[in-house]
C-alpha cells in the first residue's frame, strides 16, 4: 500500500519520521470512521491532524469551546491577509479560489445567522 518511508520522504523533501506521523494519522482517522481516502485527499496534513486530535479528544464542534479555540486559531491566520485590506470581492474570490463552494456556504450561513437572529427568544434562553 505505501513505498518506502525513505523513498517517499526523499521525493516530498520531509523528514522520514514525518512520513510516519502521516501514516500514524491517516490509520487514526480510517480507523475512527467517518472518513475515507477520497474525503482526506483535501486535507493538509495539518488539518488532518488537528481532525484526528479533535475525534480523539471526543471534541463536538457545537461545544462553545471547541468553536472559540478555532476562532482565534483562524483569526490568527487571516490577520496578515485581512491587513492587506482586501476588498469584500477580492476575499471572496480569494477564499473560493481556496476552497470551491464556500462562497455558497457562506451565503447559506449568513441567512441562517439573519434567521437566527430574528427568532425570538424564549425566557429560557436568556
Same mark, same amino acid.
Given at each position: 500500500?505505501?513505498?518506502?518511508?525513505?523513498?517517499?520522504? +526523499?521525493?516530498?523533501?520531509?523528514?522520514?519520521?514525518?512520513?510516519?506521523? @502521516? %501514516?500514524?494519522?491517516?490509520?487514526? /482517522? !480510517?480507523? &475512527?470512521?467517518?472518513?475515507?481516502?477520497?474525503?482526506?485527499?483535501?486535507?493538509?496534513?495539518?488539518?488532518?491532524?488537528?481532525?484526528?486530535?479533535?475525534?480523539?479528544?471526543?471534541?463536538?464542534?457545537?461545544?462553545?469551546?471547541?468553536?472559540?479555540?478555532?476562532? +482565534?486559531?483562524?483569526?490568527?491566520?487571516?490577520?496578515?491577509?485581512?491587513? @492587506? %485590506?482586501?476588498?469584500?470581492?477580492? /476575499? !471572496?474570490? &480569494?477564499?473560493?479560489?481556496?476552497?470551491?463552494?464556500?462562497?455558497?456556504?457562506?451565503?447559506?450561513?449568513?441567512?441562517?445567522?439573519?434567521?437566527?437572529?430574528?427568532?425570538?427568544?424564549?425566557?429560557?434562553?436568556?
Amino acid at each position: 500500500m505505501y513505498g518506502s518511508k525513505q523513498k517517499t520522504a +526523499r521525493d516530498h523533501g520531509v523528514s522520514e519520521s514525518q512520513i510516519a506521523n @502521516m %501514516r500514524k494519522v491517516k490509520q487514526g /482517522l !480510517l480507523e &475512527l470512521g467517518g472518513e475515507d481516502i477520497a474525503s482526506m485527499m483535501g486535507y493538509g496534513w495539518r488539518q488532518a491532524s488537528y481532525e484526528l486530535r479533535r475525534r480523539k479528544d471526543n471534541g463536538d464542534p457545537s461545544n462553545f469551546d471547541y468553536q472559540e479555540v478555532l476562532r +482565534r486559531q483562524l483569526a490568527k491566520r487571516l490577520k496578515p491577509v485581512l491587513d @492587506m %485590506r482586501p476588498s469584500a470581492e477580492t /476575499l !471572496l474570490d &480569494l477564499l473560493e479560489l481556496a476552497r470551491p463552494g464556500i462562497v455558497i456556504e457562506l451565503e447559506l450561513a449568513i441567512i441562517e445567522a439573519k434567521a437566527e437572529a430574528a427568532r425570538p427568544q424564549s425566557p429560557l434562553e436568556i
